[in-house]
């Protein structure tokens, strides 16, 4: 419910507010794969995001991020260990390489932002790589992500790859009429 919610907030204030800024925005649907020592406690898990996008030249954006990925707790031994919600905030570039002129548009991404995870905040850092197939009518991202969360206790400390697909959203401009 926490995810659907987080979702249609984004997008109500992305439509508001982004629309007259030319700003590319994708929902994005994820499949989180842990590993280390987070891979012990939990399973594969899910989650949800939506990426804004402003494009700077052709072959560079600047990004922005919220997230949220859950993933299920194991139990081990007699010891069930709890799911984990992590909401996430990153930042970061964006660079295009067309490698298929015409067909997908690839891309790499480094971001880095803030997390949260069990009341413990701390530095999150992601890397990237993608495809765009916007070029085509399909308007899809597929992407392959590495995503690690830092915290002063390790128990805490993250680490995770995501599959995820995003649909990128198109708004009509606002124009506001002179009075």
């Known amino acids: 419910m926490r995810m659907i919610f987080f979702t249609l907030l984004s997008v109500f204030i ?10 590319s925005l994708y929902i994005n649907a994820g499949l989180a794969v842990p590993v280390g020592q987070l891979a012990s ?14 494009s700077l030249n052709n072959h560079l954006s600047i990004v922005a991020e919220p997230s949220i990925m859950s993933m299920v707790g194991t139990q081990q031994h ?3 260990y709890v799911s984990r919600q992590l909401f996430s905030f990153t930042a970061g570039a964006r660079y295009y390489m067309n490698l298929l002129p015409g067909k997908v548009l690839w ?7 803030i997390h949260t995870d069990k009341g413990y905040a701390g530095p999150s850092f992601e890397g990237g790589l993608g495809c765009l ?16 969360n830092l915290q002063k206790k390790e128990l805490y400390h993250t680490r ?20």
């Open 41 to 54: 406690t939990n399973q594969v898990g899910g989650g949800m995001s939506v990426l804004a996008a402003k």
């Open 133 to 148: 197939m916007y070029p085509t009518t399909t308007r899809l991202d597929l992407s392959l992500r590495y995503q690690e």
């Open 78 to 80: 007699g010891i069930k």
């Open 14 to 23: 992305a439509n508001n507010l982004l629309a007259q800024h030319k700003v």
């Open 107 to 113: 891309y790499s991404q480094l971001k880095a932002g």
């Open 160 to 179: 995770f790859f995501s599959l995820k697909v995003g649909y990128l959203l198109r708004f009509k401009h606002i124009r506001r009429q002179k009075a």
